[in-house]
């Protein structure tokens, strides 16, 4: 597709159950961010991959939450044993080049919702 | 380690008034600025960035400067529309952060017909 694809769009759980959320870069984009946004709130990075450099998981903010990718493509954010405090969008963004000027493209988000 | 810090929301305007939305940044590096935009019901884009001390970025009416002596890089407008409303991020990414993108907090801008 044209631009960074994200699924599901909207995910609704009950507390204690894992998820899973899904990006599609931009092809070609070698760089790949997860970003979470709470309601009114701003972006908080989560993770960093950067072609096959190991990923930079600083903002990961327990060891609920991990992430993959798959060379330069898909990537899943998986969250174990949601608490409602998870609930919030979950951006992904792809950018085509490293260093300073690297322009992010953002994916439409996955809204979870933890019951 | 870096951080952005932005004004505060929500900002509220009379279409045709000026906006300015300050952000100030902290990095141990040379970082390069950015403004996001996020419009209602839609994702986040690039509005416009800077990659040097003193460079100017600009977009649809919109300026902003790095002034790196001050640590910031202010958004302004001249002379907002109400298609103007939205959530305004600033932006940075260094070297020292090995390039990755941290945010501010955002701030909400409404401008009233």
């Known amino acids: 597709g044209a631009g960074v694809s994200q699924s599901p769009s909207n995910k609704v759980t009950e507390k204690g159950k894992d998820v899973e959320l899904r990006c599609d870069p931009i092809s070609g984009h070698t760089a790949l961010y997860w970003y979470r946004q709470r309601l009114g709130q701003g972006l908080e990075f989560l993770i960093y991959?950067?072609?096959?450099?190991?990923?930079?998981k600083s903002g990961l903010p327990s060891d609920r939450f991990s992430a993959e990718r798959t060379g330069e493509s898909v990537s899943t954010l998986t969250i174990q044993r949601t608490q409602q405090e998870d609930s919030a969008v979950y951006l992904c963004?792809?950018?085509?080049?490293?260093?300073?000027?690297?322009?992010?493209?953002f994916g439409e988000g996955s809204r979870l919702t933890v019951l | 380690g870096n951080s952005v810090t932005q004004m505060e929301g929500p900002v509220t305007l009379s279409e045709e008034a000026f906006l300015t939305i300050n952000c100030t940044y902290t990095?141990?590096?040379?970082?390069?600025l950015f403004w996001y935009v996020q419009y209602p019901g839609e994702g986040l884009q690039l509005l416009l960035k800077?990659?040097?001390?003193?460079d100017k970025g600009s977009n649809k009416g919109f300026e902003a400067t790095y002034r790196k002596e001050t640590t910031s890089f202010h958004l302004e407008k001249g002379s907002v529309q109400v298609s103007d409303s939205a959530v305004y991020f600033c932006?940075?990414?260094?070297?020292?952060?090995?390039?990755?993108?941290?945010f501010g907090a955002g701030t909400r801008l409404f401008v009233k017909a």
């Open positions: 800077a990659t040097k001390a003193d």
């Open positions: 990095a141990t590096g040379y970082p390069s």
């Open positions: 932006a940075l990414s260094d070297r020292s952060g090995g390039f990755k993108t941290i």
């Open positions: 991959f950067q072609g096959n450099s190991a990923p930079d």
């Open positions: 963004a792809s950018s085509a080049s490293t260093g300073p000027v690297g322009e992010l493209f």
